[in-house]
């Protein structure tokens, strides 16, 4: 038995294969022959962006129906093709993107990538299947309104981001949903769908080049003149003035559900890492960081009660989020503000900066641990221009954070007397 | 199997289950203690589960805060969760930094403290977990239908346990069920990844070795009795869509039927991991507008358990329209054997599940001890082999032996205010 490959070494430019296809669709891959399988990522700049307001969900709708029926395959088909050998293949869309994933075992990876050709060109939307979606969609958003995180969260990000993309559900409204015709799923297939800005990554038991080459004849002529570019950047999201209530009643429920922040920074900010690990402290590490510690360890007050940092492409945002019962949900707004506020006044220890760059240096490999992990990490380097050596710096980068840029970068973006406090619930 | 599993009983009785995998820097490993809900009688329901919550709180060696960073500080990934069957503690860490999590389980095995405070803080932290369920439609669904399902058996209540008992559980309770059950002889250590056998068994050895032997604990075993026709109730909440759940009886994970049904399973409802669109169920039911949503599923127990079939139904059908397109599914499985090209795909996906999952070390760990909890090792390792030697008749006997409506439970959520 030949010596399986050992993959100690983080991703660099000494194995990651990057390469552009014919139409200017980027390939990145990494092999790993360790299991006799492939995984395949990527996305494409056709989101929810693009979308009108009395069409939203649009993106979402196509992006669900593309392995619908296609020129050559029925839904069936299609279907019938994957799952009889155990593969995967599946669409989704955000804002600023369609994305995809698939997997399969090595012998069958020339069928996934077909498959993917064909749904990503030539997506039929059979009249009856979009009937169908369009009903599975609309349950959906019946049982998002039943959902009380959802319904907290989708008022959080309407007032924090109001004027802006951002503020929009990207699986719509009951009504925006209902009035989309087939004709507009054509339209925005055409315009938006093309090889422009379009990303591939392919980890697993095949070589790169062999991978390039198979997605050249598949995917390598496809061209669209007319492929219309996403918009340049939105205007930014206007500042919060005042701490904005909103709370949404749904008297059935046992629990209330609460999401409070407000803006953070975009992926790309030079302040992002510094916001990453302020975060990381605030609700993160170990049981949920401070938050978790105050609302959770000492007051007995949720299960749940974390911060999060949401960073992309566009200006992100940074919220916390708990489950609590009713009657303990201003307590709990109240230990969440105390906590904001000694964030802001005191910063991070010098303790907890140390031990939260070691979590960080020390879980990159854990999070590489699978084919579609490192096709994800893939993906990241190219949408914001991490650099192929990026994974190989990613200690250093974390290590020349410091307390005073946690500290800087707390006071630019969090105020605890201005933050969009959403809860839902009886 | 291509590797090697070494297995080894120490001399206090806990099995030390091994397996390299040199494919990453990261070694996972899984505690396994032989506990969970179906241990626990009526008035201390969910006492399983608070108890795995306790063992977050510290010991004097690790007291809380320290506990809670060790495992982060070195970049390791930690949880704990509490089966039917089992409660489980892992960690997978880099492979150099693996020492502390041995150090940690084996010192939290018999040093947990179970300070009152930290029980009665934990107390309406699991009463909150309990409510955020308790919002979910499909929880209630399920908790009813297994209450239904199981007059006798312990698999009647909720891992979570009732909100009485977890309202009148004691600090004392909590710690006379760690003290019995938190013993070596009734538990089982997998680790998988990146080490040598040899130095790893002296370590686990040196640590977990000291820890005294005590009685082993029995199960709780209070048999089902044979239900005597179809049981069918519905229960009331907000929003507006029916979901549906119908419940057959299963049997236990080493039942030599477990594995025609669940090729059964697979033919029907779909195989786990995998998109179950042209699964049968998914063909007669989704495509056809009777359901927006179908999903079969089992798990593997100690004790006959149930198969579910959940549903969310499509609006314009009534139930009945639903549960009767189902049972026309079903019955065709009784009537005909399945053909052959049907089992050789099931078998090709359970296949590829299999070499998905350990292209992760963290899920060959688990793997592992998983199933030394409801079976033992050999059933994750021979599992693929027995899956093969399933015949079409095999499947369409079971078909007819355990997919019967007389012994079945079928539950329906329904809207307040709207009809069925």
Redesign the interface.
Known sequence: MAK?????SLPGPEDIFRAALSNGVVLLARA?F????VSVSGYLPAGSIFESDDKLGLADFVSSCLMRGTRTRS??SI??E???????L?FDSNVHNVNFGG???VEDFPLLLTLLSDALRTPTFPKKEME?LR??ML?SL??R????SDMAALAFDRILFEGHPYSRPTDGYIETVRSITRKDMFEFHSRYFGPKGMVVAVVGAVEPQKAAEMLEKVIGGWRVPGQVPPPAAAPSPKPIRKTVRHHHS??????SDLVMGTLGPSRKDPEYFAASLGNSILGQ???MGRIGDAV?????????ASSSLNSGAGPGSWEVSA???PANLERAIELIQKELRRFVKNGVTAEELA?NQ?????????S????SGVAGALLNIERFDLGLDYYQRYEAIVREVTRADILETARKYIDPERLVISTAGP | MEEKITQVKLKNGMKVLLKEAHTAPIISSWLWYRVGSRDEPTGKTGISHWTEHMLFKGTKKFPAKVLDKAISRDGGRWNAATSRDATHYYETMPADKFDLALQLEADRMKNSAFDARDVASERTVIISEREGSENEPLFQLTEAVQQTAFRVHPYRHEVIGDKADLLAITRDDLYEHYRRYYVPNNAVLSVAGDFDSKPMLNRIRELFGPIPKGPTPPRLTRPEPEQKGEARFTIEGGGETVFIQAAYRYPSATHPDFFPLQIFDSILGGTSGLSIKTSRLYRALVDKNYAIEVSGWAEPTIDPYLYRITLIKHPRRAVEEVVAAMDAEIKKLQDAPPPEDELKRAVKQARAVFVYGNENITSQAFWMGYAEMFASCAWYTTYLDNLAKVTPQDVQRVARQYFQPSSRVIGVYQPKGREA
């Open positions: 399986r490959q050992r993959l100690h790993n360790n299991s006799p399988s839904f069936d279907y019938n994957l799952e009889s050998v155990g593969a995967s599946g997997r399969s075992l169908t009903t599975h349950t019946s049982l309104e039943q959902n009380t749904m008297p059935d429920k046992f629990q590490f170990g049981m959770r360890e000492k007051s007995g007050l949720a299960y749940y489950g609590v019962n031990e070691t979590n960080y240096i020390g879980r990159l490999p854990l590489l641990e699978s084919n």
